[in-house]
Structure formats: structure tokens, C-alpha cells
């Protein structure tokens, strides 16, 4: 039984339990003040996401051309839908040149390093794009909130990271990142699934379950993150995932909307959604989670 505290009210949450408890059922997809009230539909999903993986492939195939580098960084709680945006992204892209990396805990060497060194190493060469899924942003988010990290080594990653980014952004690489932004009742729901789909149990960590119970303090993590990181050079991407169809077809868009490339197609691309996709902390706030 798990002590759970939303919107100031403490709730016993049993996941074990199959059946999932109405008070969350019927508050997830609404959670974190989301502004639709149902999943956008399938089929236009899938429409929207065809025209989409076309004009990743244009980019991609001018990439191959210019040279041009891409790194785009996924962040967000757990849960939030950082793997499944990121495999949407990469879907019909040439996997030699648009690569994943999800870094595990440092070892002893990566800890003795400079904290940026193990990302560096991954970086992309010409042509290809870079999609973490989680960065070096787990010293603003996990490592404080767990107790990974001392409180001087949050503080002094917080002060080195907006230079760090300059330097990505002054070497000509087109630098993104995205802040995935889920409700709380929604990502219990989501921890739930997993729980009791075996498809999905994997994905539930011990760490995901301590993280249920540490919702304000991710809360206040994140907004200092944001305080302190969202520059003009490097801003952050606010996407409300509740609905994870929506969140990658904005996810996608921004990034397509926001780079040059050969045969570019700014119909079929399409508008951003101005109530999912947002710029920084203000969107957050609007967002409420």
C-alpha cells in the first residue's frame, strides 16, 4: 500500500491491486489541467503521423547531404511517453544515422570524469541525429530528488549547464529540448498498466514506485530546472503528453517546423497545438503539473 499525496489530499493506493481505483480512473486523462477530453482519434493520428514520417525522411536525406547534426534530448517524469515519442520519431529514419542513447548509471570511471563527459562521448558526428532519452539532466531531476547527488553538485550542474549548451549551440549543432509533461493521476494509471500487463512489467523499476510518493519534490526540481536553464540559446519544449498521440505529433512538428531542409513541406507538417506545445516555464505553470 502506497501513501500518495494529490492536490493536498493524502490517498492509500494498493498497486497490486488489478482493478484500478475510480478516483484515478476517472481523473487521469483530465489530470495536470489537460485541455482535451478524449484521445485524438486514430485515424487522423495515423494520417497526420504519415505525412510526418515523410518529411523526417526529406530531413534526414538533407542531413546525409549538408552534414547538418542534430541533438534532440527527451525529458520528462516517469512515464511522461519519452520512449514511444522517440521511437515515433525514429521510426522510418535509417538507424545508422538517427540513434538512440539511454545511458545507464555511471560506472566508477564515468564517475570520476567531468559529469558532461559521458554524454559528450555520444555526440553526433556529420549527418547523424542524437536522441536521448533522459541526459545530463538526471542531476537536475533524479539525482537530487533521490539522494544520488550531493546538494553542491546540483547547484554547481545547474550554474555549468547553460554554458555547456552554448557551446553545443556555438558548434553549428541544431540542439532541442523537449520536456515531456504528464499528469500525476495519469502516470498512475501508467505505473498501473505496467504493473499488470506483462508485456509492460519491465518497465516498472523500484525507483518508479519511490517516485510515486515524491510528486512535489519532482514538481519543485523541475520548475528550478526550468529557471535556470530555459536560455535563449537552449529554451526548453513544454508538450503535455496525457495523450501521447498528441504529444508526438507536436513533438514532431516543432522539431520540423524549426530546422531547414530540402523539400520541405510546411502544410503537410502542419500547425503546432498551441494548448499541448509551449515555451518554458510560463507553459508549464499553465499546464498544472
Known amino acids: 500500500m502506497l501513501n500518495i499525496t494529490i492536490g493536498g489530499k493524502a490517498r492509500k493506493f494498493d498497486l497490486e491491486d488489478p482493478q484500478l481505483p475510480h478516483w484515478i480512473a476517472d481523473e487521469a486523462f483530465g489530470s495536470g489541467l489537460y485541455p482535451y477530453d478524449e484521445k485524438l482519434k486514430r485515424s487522423a493520428y495515423n494520417s ?35 520512449g514511444g515519442t522517440i521511437n515515433a520519431v525514429r521510426s522510418y529514419l535509417n538507424s545508422r544515422h538517427a540513434r538512440t542513447v539511454a545511458l545507464t548509471k555511471p560506472t566508477e570511471t564515468e564517475q570520476g570524469q567531468w559529469y558532461f563527459q559521458r554524454y559528450v562521448d555520444h555526440f553526433p558526428t556529420d ?9 545530463w539532466y538526471n542531476r537536475a531531476g533524479v539525482e537530487p530528488v533521490m539522494g544520488f547527488c550531493t546538494p553542491q553538485q546540483h547547484k554547481h550542474f545547474l550554474a555549468q549547464v547553460p554554458s555547456f549548451e552554448k557551446q553545443i549551440t556555438d558548434e553549428g549543432i ?6 515531456l509533461n504528464v499528469g500525476q493521476e495519469m502516470q498512475i494509471k501508467r505505473f498501473h498498466d ?12 523500484p525507483l518508479d514506485i519511490k517516485a510515486m510518493q515524491k510528486w512535489d519534490d519532482y ?4 520548475n528550478l530546472m526550468l529557471k535556470k536553464t530555459h536560455t535563449p540559446h537552449a ?4 508538450v503535455r503528453s496525457n495523450d501521447k498521440r498528441r504529444a508526438r505529433i507536436n513533438t514532431m512538428r516543432h522539431i520540423l517546423r524549426s530546422l531547414k531542409y530540402e523539400g520541405k513541406d510546411t502544410r503537410a507538417i502542419g500547425r503546432l497545438d498551441p494548448q499541448i506545445i509551449g515555451q518554458g516555464p510560463l507553459f508549464i505553470n499553465k499546464a498544472g503539473a
Open 219 to 222: 514538481t519543485a526540481a523541475r
Open 127 to 135: 549527418g547523424e541525429m542524437i536522441l536521448f532519452d533522459r541526459s
Open 174 to 179: 541544431a540542439f532541442f529540448k523537449i520536456w
Open 194 to 205: 505496467r504493473r499488470h500487463n506483462p508485456l509492460k512489467s519491465w518497465k516498472l523499476s
Open 48 to 82: 497526420q503521423l504519415d505525412a510526418l514520417h515523410l518529411e523526417l525522411v526529406k530531413l534526414q536525406a538533407h542531413q546525409q547531404k549538408t552534414g547538418q547534426r542534430i541533438i534532440i534530448i527527451f525529458e520528462g517524469r516517469d512515464a511522461a511517453g519519452k
Open 235 to 238: 529554451p526548453w519544449t513544454i
